[in-house]
Nanobody
Framework: QVQLVESGGGLVQAGGSLRLSCAAS????????MGWYRQAPGKQRELVAH???????NYSGAVKGRFTISRDNAKNTVYLQMNSLKPEDTAVYYC??????????WGQGTQVTVSS
């Protein structure tokens, strides 16, 4: 069993910053990649950013240049630094872990609200 615990969400004004954290624990055999997705009301869940075990990163076009994903392999933790936040970034942000053998795990989600 793998648990993902997210933290760092909240309310911020447009132009502000937030940092999300996601710590993985439990029976983790091997992590291939970790990432962040988000889901706004009435919209589908979408990829925000992910990072492989080797450190390769990928970002959605909507956040590229404003968000930075990083990870601490020793702590099985992934971070999302979000700068220059916009009201359209408002969503529930979910941590995602892709493990060996194709297992996928999700966090419970953390709300990010950006006011204009």
């Amino acid at each position: 069993q793998v648990q993902l615990v997210e933290s760092g969400g909240g309310l911020v004004q447009a132009g502000g910053s937030l940092r999300l954290s996601c710590a993985a624990s439990g029976s983790i055999f091997s992590i291939n990649a970790m990432g962040w997705y988000r889901q706004a009301p009435g919209k589908q869940r979408e990829l925000v950013a992910h990072i492989t075990s080797g450190g390769s990163t990928n970002y959605s076009g909507a956040v590229k240049g404003r968000f930075t994903i990083s990870r601490d392999n020793a702590k099985n933790t992934v971070y999302l630094q979000m700068n220059s936040l916009k009201p359209e970034d408002t969503a529930v942000y979910y941590c995602n872990l892709l493990a060996a053998r194709g297992y996928v795990y999700w966090g419970q989600g953390t709300q990010v609200t950006v006011s204009s």
